[in-house]
């Protein structure tokens, strides 16, 4: 996703706590200049002309503490903006990519230079993946089809950043639901089993979401519980906490797995 002008004196704002600022833009033919500014000064000029189309990004060291940012487009010639990262030197940075109500075969559709050359220059330590919920109830979709789509996906992944791990969130249970009744989505069996084989064709881990929640028909309890909306396909704010809490706890316990044996096998 980005955000893109050809006016001048176009901007967009933020502020956070950090170390250092990241901003990501897209390099064009004809592409024009922008203004930086950090805490209300002018710290650069960046000019977005290239000759061919390619990401581009530049990155300020900062002084720890909160800042604010903007940034000012200085000319009514094309301006393409992708994002900017603000940093932190210690702990742990979280990007979200995702697009709501997306399928994963979206991805494939993304520039792959550009997506690649992102993932390289962030460097992730883990990619997550959570899809499948929509391509549940997708009529243009076969289990053998999905499959081979969502492998194709993780092997790119894996070329573009092949020290990270990558996790796959699984969809949780759903129904559909309809003015007189309610019934189980069957295609949420296909999906989970077709990206189970494409994980480990890929060495990937996968999370079992619709397991952990109680198993099959289990959102009708979560619904019940106040934890599932009235849609039988999302959660409540208390449910969305209550899968980000065993999803943690899952992980963590699998760290303490491999750091002592690790430890064991190493003697560190």
Known sequence: MSIETTRAGQSVYAQGECDSLEVDYLVQPDG???????????RDEISTAGDQMAPGAVRYDLSPGLHSFRVVTLESRPVRLFGWVADRNAGVT???????????????????IMLATYLQRRNPAMIVLSYGTNEAS????????????FSSLLAQLRQAAPTASILVLGPGDRW???????RLVAGIDWVIEAQKRACLANRCAYW?????????GSMRDWVYAGLGQNDYVHFTAPGYRRLAEVLFADLMGQYEIYKKARTEETGF
């Open 32 to 42: 024009g200049s922008v203004a930086v500014y950090v805490d209300d000064e002018r």
């Open 94 to 112: 979280y990007e979200a990519l995702g697009i709501n109500g997306a399928e994963a075969g979206v991805m494939l559709k993304w520039n792959e």
């Open 138 to 149: 997708d009529p243009s979709w076969t289990q053998e089809g999905y499959a081979a789509m």
């Open 176 to 182: 559909s639901r309809t003015r007189y009744s309610i």
């Open 208 to 216: 079992d979401t619709r397991e952990r929640m109680g198993g099959r």
